[in-house]
């Protein structure tokens, strides 16, 4: 649902809370013994046990009894709202059925666009609603929703519109983002260039006038879109007011890292084929990098991302799913964050930092989201954990005890 206060102001009491604030040096910004203010949607202060006398509150009491409390999670990174499934041709790879031979029989992401064209607007999110409800399960209130299975006019501004349906109905937050230049699509096979004029000069300026997208994303990769493509597409986004972030680096090395810096991207993601000057890039402008360890597992890759070269310049690193048929079916950020450590060597703090404050850097939401502080959203989730680490540590475990979006507590079942 759209982001609404609650109604009452509520204090929650005799927490261990992992702020994930840097303002706090301890591991995750613990504070032991402390409380939540929460009022208007926002959280108004986080304040020592030992000063709150509740009994002078008007409002909400809830007391956590040692409980951890940590933000909510943030998803910065999904293609969730699609058509269709792709279990059958996984399973055709698995047994040895060249990819070459699945796409000319009609697979691939041909698949999924010719699925996601076929529902309607609310079909389409209908059949993308469990999806998002798994992640909400898993703790995650604010989720990045891109396009990219419709590619056309009309199919691209109805996946976007589907988002947004997502988010009236459910107590979850949306960032919407245009992904048109994903793939050529058939009706421009071998024409790469005018599917591209395409999209600038159709797709996207009729996405930015709608409302309906803050950022746009370009695959830029050998089986993509090359960096003088993707140039285009971020220049016409930037006029049209529009944020950009890249599918870069994945496969290959455009330095599509270096092209979202010069642009002031967001975020630059995948990047297994990362080198240091697409590193440095990202460290001078300030984008995050976004770890998909689900794509890396799928699709059984080699290449992992250059984690310690990004730790030592102070490169931001978020955590997220990749939820989408084709190469990260996964509808879990526990998952990813386990991955990310077990895989590509974060420890669990990083993780937990990649799915909070990272995170929401690589949305534009660094000041409001990400993080247990004073002015803050009203965001968080309550564990029946011992610590933190437990977060990454095990995948299904139902440690969740309470999920609150704009300070209001969610009915978890």
Not at 316 to 339: C, K
Request: with cysteine; aromatic share 6%; charged share 20%.
């Amino acid at each position: 649902m759209t982001p609404s206060s609650a109604s009452r102001p509520s204090l929650w009491l005799n927490a261990r809370l992992a702020s994930m604030d840097p303002a706090h040096p301890a591991p995750y910004g613990v504070l032991e013994n402390h409380a939540l203010l929460l009022r208007g949607g926002n959280i108004e202060a986080v304040l020592p046990q030992a000063g709150v006398d509740p009994a002078a509150f008007d409002g909400d009491v809830h007391d956590l009894q040692g409980r951890w409390i940590t933000p909510g999670f943030i998803d910065c990174h999904t293609h969730l709202v699609y058509g269709g499934s792709r279990a059958a041709e996984w399973e055709k790879r698995l047994n040895g059925v060249p990819y070459q031979q699945i796409a000319a029989e009609g697979g691939g992401i041909v698949s999924t666009v010719r699925a996601t064209r076929w529902l309607d607007e609310e079909e389409l999110a209908l059949e993308s609603l469990p999806r998002l409800k798994a992640l909400m399960a898993e703790g995650v209130t604010t989720v990045e929703i891109k396009s990219g299975y419709g590619l056309t006019q009309a199919d691209e501004i109805k996946q976007l519109s589907a988002a947004r349906r997502l988010q009236d109905s459910l107590p979850v937050e949306v960032a919407a983002t245009l992904l048109a230049a994903h793939a050529v699509p058939p009706e421009y096979a071998g024409d790469a260039d005018g599917y591209i004029a395409y999209v600038v000069d159709s797709i996207l300026p009729l996405a930015a006038r709608a409302g309906l997208a803050e950022a746009v994303d370009v695959f830029c990769e050998s089986v993509g879109f090359t960096p003088a493509q993707t140039r285009r597409v971020f220049e016409a986004a930037r006029a049209h007011g529009l944020k950009v972030k890249g599918h870069v680096e994945q496969l290959s090395n455009l330095h599509g890292a270096e092209l979202v810096a010069e642009f002031g991207g967001l975020s630059a993601d995948h990047i297994e084929y990362l080198d240091a000057a697409g590193v440095a890039a990202l460290k001078a402008a300030g984008t995050v990098a976004v770890l998909l360890p689900g794509a890396f597992y799928f699709l059984r890759e080699t290449q992992k991302p250059p984690v310690a070269l990004l730790r030592a310049a102070g490169v931001p690193m978020a955590v997220s799913t990749d939820l989408n048929p084709g190469t990260s079916p996964f509808a879990s950020i526990r998952l990813a964050m386990n991955q990310a450590c077990v895989l590509f060597g974060l420890s669990p703090e990083e993780a937990l930092a990649g799915v909070t404050r990272h995170a929401a850097r690589a949305l534009g939401r660094g000041a409001t989201h990400g993080r247990l502080a004073a002015g803050c959203v009203a965001d968080l989730l309550v564990w029946d954990i011992d610590h933190p680490a437990e977060l990454a540590y095990s995948v299904g475990v139902p440690q969740l005890k309470q999920r609150v979006f704009r300070g209001s507590a969610q009915n978890l079942e």
